[in-house]
């Protein structure tokens, strides 16, 4: 059974910082692309950033230069660190797998993160 579990979200401050963690379990971690999108209420799922099998990483626009995802195979564990936030990265952040040239994807429950005063 394949399970993603995200974790790490909260409330934080404007400005603040906040880390991500989706510990993903039965599948063959370093094979899969991975992701992290984000839904804000009455809003659709946005691509936040994404990091290949390879390691390649793609960033939205407006996350760039203040998120940084990370992957670590060994523990089959996807990251993503964000600095800088504001009241617009509000949203609950889900964790995404996907094996590339098949129709194996898989996602995380989510986790909101809340940025405010």
């Known amino acids: 059974q394949v399970q993603l579990v995200e974790s790490g979200g909260g409330l934080v401050q404007p400005g603040g910082s906040l880390s991500l963690s989706c510990a993903a379990s039965g599948i063959t971690f370093s094979h899969y692309d991975l992701g992290w999108y984000r839904q804000a209420p009455g809003n659709q799922r946005d691509l936040v950033a994404f990091i290949a099998s390879t390691g390649n990483t793609v960033y939205a626009e407006s996350v760039k230069n203040r998120f940084t995802i990370s992957r670590d195979n060994a523990k089959n564990t996807v990251y993503l660190q964000m600095h800088s936030l504001n009241p617009e990265d509000t949203a609950v952040y889900f964790c995404?797998?996907?094996?590339?040239?098949?129709?194996?994807?898989?996602w995380g429950q989510g986790t909101q993160v809340t940025v405010s005063s």
């Open positions: 995404y797998a996907a094996l590339r040239r098949t129709d194996y994807e898989y």
